[in-house]
């Protein structure tokens, strides 16, 4: 093989290799998002059930759940997200 053939075919897999990691990467990253929307809706719907519930004690620790399953659940999915990607090197 030539030296310029071997070159031109390091070349396409390099090439290659970054368009898959691209391509990894956006779907981590809209995984990661989908999750943060989930985690929000879960913290909403204890919020909700924290206003339909009947009992003072029970509807204010439904209340509080809810606050914090929706700013814990994202804060952890984005940190598990970049632990990902450093662990893949993506980053």
Known sequence: MSIRRETEEM??????????????????????FLVC??????????????????????GEALLFAGSGVSIAGPVLT??????WKRKNGLE
Do not use: N
Request: hydrophobic share 60%; proline share 0%.
């Open 37 to 58: 929307i989930a985690w929000c809706v879960l913290g909403g719907a204890l919020v909700v059930a924290g206003f339909a519930v009947v009992g003072v004690e029970l």
């Open 78 to 83: 984005v940190v598990y997200w970049q632990v």
């Open 11 to 32: 070349i396409q897999r390099r090439i290659a290799d970054d368009e898959r990691a691209a391509r990894t990467d956006t779907c981590a990253a809209v995984i990661a």
